[in-house]
Each structure stands twice: as C-alpha cells, then as structure tokens.
C-alpha cells in the first residue's frame, strides 16, 4: 500500500472520504445527488454533511441501477460496485439528463475488485471511495481516489491526515483476538462470539443487533486511519486474499445450487473479488442453505443494509430479502 501517492486521501471510514469527494465535485448546500434507494443509510450522513439532499433512484434485482428510468438534474450522480461485482457505469450515463452529471463511484465493498478490462474498482470515475475495513478486519480503513480533471476542485482537498496512535477499542481487540483463535481451532469461536454478545444484549433489554440510528446524520469523530489499520493493510497478501475470496464464493455457489437459491450475480468475473455472497432469503431452502454455509465456516450470514429511513425502496422489493454471507475474517 503506498501512502504517498499523490491521487489518494486516507480516511477512518468512507463517510469521511465521501465529503471529500462531494466537496471536489462542488456540491453545495441544497444541491440534489442521485443515490441508488438500495443504500446503506449511513452515506446520508456524508451528504448531510455538505448540505446536499438525496434523490433515490431504482436499483434493479441484479444490483444494477434500473434501465428505463429518466434520472433528473443532479449535482452528482453515486452509483455502487455492490458487494465487489462492477456496478454499469455506462447504463447510468445513459440514464442521466442533460448535461450529464460527474459520478461517484461507490466502493466501499470492493477492495481488490476489478472490472471487466481490469480496471481497479473506485478509480474508473473522477471520483472514488473505497472501504478496505469492509473486506478485511480492521479498526477502520478507507479512501478517496481521483482522476485529474478540470472540473474538480482540488483545493478542498486537504494534506494527508496523520494515522491515530489512540488506543484500539476494547470491542476490535476482542474481535481480533477470537478472530485468530478461530482461524486455529476446529470449533467455530466467531459464531459463539458473536451469539454470546447478542445474548448479552437482550437479557439487558437491548437489541440484539446493535443499531445506530444516528449514523444516517452523524459522521463518526474520527476521521485519520489509526496507525494499527495502516500496518495491517501494509501487510496483506493481494493475490492470497483475492484467491481465498473467490474460493468461498464458489463453494457457496455450489450450495446454493444445491438448495436452488436464488441470487443476484450467478456468474463470478475473473477479476472481481468478492466482499461475500449475497442472495435472496426468501426461497424454500435458505436455512438449509444457512446452516451448510456456517458448517463450512464460509463466513457469517448477515442482513445488509439499514436503509434510510427516506429510502423510497417499496416494500414489496426483493432486495429486502437480500441476505449475505461475508468473507470478513
């Protein structure tokens, strides 16, 4: 990883790398971006930020924005590389109005992901962002990539904020710590962790699942990549780390074949590494399906996104269903 390179910002999250962006395209206070309505709610809090407002736009059930539709005038148009699959850039050109609005590529799942031609995902615009604690485990991690261009304004760009010498959270070193055992032990610990905790959590009358409504207006304090984060990414095997990725895709794909589950990208392009494997929960067989995935430790299924609480998804979409399993280790 090469932190001086003179076309990237390090950040903490991607939120923080976003308000960057926006700020390079010149969005103002009031301005209107264009976001997929299948969203992750905490990307509000970056427009929040600069005083934009979100206009939502239909996402098809192959997580590709949704041909025939005639997006309206927009400072910037957002569209995501979902789960490390390329997202069409070309059809969402071809649904803006005239003139065409800069892009935002969205990557924050697809550290080490390419496109089609091999072009790394989160450079293939003016502007990019990617979030690298997404596929590996991290305190935080994440980036802003450019393209040099006229039209960005690169005095809103700061220097390169310093890593954080902080102290790490008692919660990541714990993850980190079971993390390891785990990957050592014949027993599945994770699963255990994990269950444990949310046990913890409901007979203390809380949720299960920690929820963070606040996420969708409130940008996380710190902004810099604490300096853990950074020797971590330093230290990754690209090329190991890609194989291992696309090794579990495959195996979920054949038990998902098997339980005749459905999912929105069937096929595995060569040089897209996967943050996980999504698919679609409302099948006869998904728990089957569940259960052989946890028996194979292939990762933790999870629920993906919070949506915001504007999010103009219907009710009766799909995608609500949509279920992942994350390579996360």
């Not at 929820?211 to 853990?228: K, V, Y």
Request: with cysteine.
């Amino acid at each position: 990883m090469m932190l001086n390179e003179s076309n990237r910002r390090y950040f903490a999250y991607a939120r923080h790398a976003l308000v960057s962006a926006l700020q390079m395209l010149r969005v103002r206070d009031s301005a209107t971006v264009l976001i997929p309505e299948f969203i992750c709610r905490d990307v509000l809090a970056s427009l929040h930020a600069v005083g934009a407002e979100p206009h939502f736009y239909a996402i098809d059930d192959q997580l590709q924005p949704q041909a025939g539709q005639t997006l309206p005038p927009a400072a910037a148009l957002m569209v995501v590389n979902y789960f490390g699959f390329p997202a069409d850039i070309t059809r969402a050109r071809s649904l803006m109005a005239s003139p065409p609005a800069p892009i935002i590529e969205d990557n924050a799942h697809g550290w080490l992901s390419a496109d089609q031609h091999g072009t790394p995902l989160g450079s293939r615009t003016q502007v990019g962002i990617t979030s690298i604690r997404k596929t590996i485990r991290l305190p935080d991690g994440a980036y802003l990539q450019w393209n040099a261009g006229d039209t960005l304004d690169i005095g809103t760009l700061e220097p390169q904020l310093p890593p954080r010498t902080t102290s790490l959270s008692l919660s990541f070193r714990l993850r980190h710590s079971v993390a390891q055992l785990d990957a050592h032990s014949p027993i599945a610990l994770m699963p255990v962790a994990r269950n444990a905790v949310r046990l913890i959590r409901r007979t203390s009358g809380r949720n299960a699942m920690e929820e963070h409504p606040t996420d969708e207006w409130q940008l996380p304090a710190a902004r810099s990549a604490h300096r853990e984060s950074m020797r971590i990414i330093k230290q990754v095997d690209h090329v190991a780390e890609v194989v291992r990725r696309r090794e579990l895709f495959l195996r979920c794909s054949t038990f998902a074949d098997k339980f005749a589950i459905e999912r929105p990208f069937v096929d595995l392009p060569l040089h897209v590494s996967p943050q996980g494997f999504p698919f679609f929960g409302d099948t006869a067989h998904v728990g089957a399906f569940c259960r052989m995935v946890r028996r194979s430790r292939c990762g933790e299924v999870i629920r993906w996104p919070a949506l915001p609480s504007r999010s103009s998804l219907p009710t009766s979409s799909r995608l609500r269903t949509l279920h992942l399993v994350n390579f996360l280790v």
